[in-house]
């Protein structure tokens, strides 16, 4: 399919999370180490469904904010993970994953639990994230707010493109030779400053920016294309 179903942006503000049931007394909660990259990419293939190799966006994440990832582990083993991106003004959680014959049994909540309270005990008085349709109910649970609709789209690797009017674009990461531009530009629509993480995104291997511009040469949008 061209198109995903759509997911919510979601806020969580100065509310505590309401409570829910804890996991079971064997899971541990710790930082993600470097030792743990390969099983931390591994479990988010999984939940996702996904051959993408996260391990490159681990790595990214463990050098912009040491100790924001954090690992699930039963008996030694890693079952799941989650990480929180620090941005200018707001925290933002992401890569929530626990492997499918582990799931319904509490770890996300855990991983949740322990996000929110690190955001907290960094000083960030608001946490985003995007919810799919499956982590909605728990993220509204812990005090969640919908903030807008997320449109995920696809298609085919090698699928044609529809047409397009011509436009001017700059590449590669730095388009138009501003980074603070476009993040200048992310910020006005994001509510919070991304640049560190977007410019380490942009410089991931296979990974580029594009900006287009009008006639004027006025910023009108960019894109991160991410391999």
């Not at 969580?12 to 710790?30: D, F």
């Not at 931390?40 to 924001?68: M, V």
């Not at 690797?157 to 993040?183: D, K, L, N």
Request: aromatic letters at 6%; a positive charge.
């Amino acid at each position: 399919p061209l198109v995903k179903p759509r997911r919510v942006a979601a806020r969580l503000g100065g509310r505590a999370p309401a409570g829910y049931p804890r996991p079971m007394p064997s899971l541990e909660i710790r930082p993600l180490g470097p030792r743990d990259l390969d099983s931390a990419a591994e479990t988010l293939g999984l939940a996702f469904a996904t051959n993408r190799d996260y391990r490159p966006r681990l790595e990214l994440l463990l050098g912009l904010a040491p100790g924001a990832g954090l690992a699930a582990l039963e008996e030694g083993l890693l079952v799941g993970t989650g990480s929180l991106v620090p941005y200018e003004g707001a925290a933002y959680i992401g890569m929530v994953a626990v492997r499918p014959e582990r799931q319904g049994r509490g770890i996300a909540r855990a991983l949740m639990e322990a996000l929110v309270a690190l955001a907290r005990e960094r000083g960030y008085a608001t946490i985003l994230l995007d919810a799919s349709a499956a982590g909605y109910p728990l993220y509204r649970r812990l005090g969640f707010e919908a903030l807008d609709e997320v449109l995920v789209a696809q298609r085919p690797a090698g699928g044609a493109s529809e047409a397009r009017p011509a436009a001017r674009f700059a590449e590669p990461a730095a388009p138009g030779g501003s980074p603070a531009e476009i993040a200048a530009f992310d910020a006005a629509a994001w509510g919070a400053g991304r640049r560190a993480y977007l410019e380490a995104l942009a410089g991931l291997p296979g990974n580029s920016c594009i900006a287009e511009r009008d006639a004027t040469g006025r910023l009108r949008g960019y894109l991160l294309v991410q391999a």
